[in-house]
Nanobody, 122 residues
Framework: QVQVVESGGGSVQAGGSLTLSCTVS????????MAWYRQAPGKQRELVAS???????DYVDDVKGRFTISRDNAKDSMYMRMDNLKPDDTAVYYC????????????????WGQGTQVIVSS
């Protein structure tokens, strides 16, 4: 059974930085495409960034240039450095181990952690 654990969230002021971490156990981490999603209050969960098995990255336009996704297969872990945070980044952030589609997009699996809360105040 795949287990996903997110950490690193917190409360920061606008313009601040946070680094989120995700660990995956119960399976072979290196075979997964990995992604960060977020869900703001009253909104649907949305894909924020993804990183393929080979390290190819993709970001939603709103976070390009501010967020950096990375992975360490030796530690079964994924990270996301978030800089210049904005109040609109406030959400619960989730990690997802999935697959890559034929065109490189992340396809989510049903394995989700509890998420980590990020609050950005103005």
């Amino acid at each position: 059974q795949v287990q996903v654990v997110e950490s690193g969230g917190g409360s920061v002021q606008a313009g601040g930085s946070l680094t989120l971490s995700c660990t995956v156990s119960g399976s072979i981490f290196s075979v997964y495409s990995m992604a960060w999603y977020r869900q703001a209050p009253g909104k649907q969960r949305e894909l924020v960034a993804s990183i393929s098995r080979r390290g190819n990255t993709d970001y939603v336009d709103d976070v390009k240039g501010r967020f950096t996704i990375s992975r360490d297969n030796a530690k079964d872990s994924m990270y996301m450095r978030m800089d210049n945070l904005k109040p609109d980044d406030t959400a619960v952030y989730y990690c997802n181990p999935g697959q890559s589609s034929w065109d490189g997009r992340h396809v989510a699996s049903g394995s989700w952690g509890q998420g980590t809360q990020v609050i950005v105040s103005s």
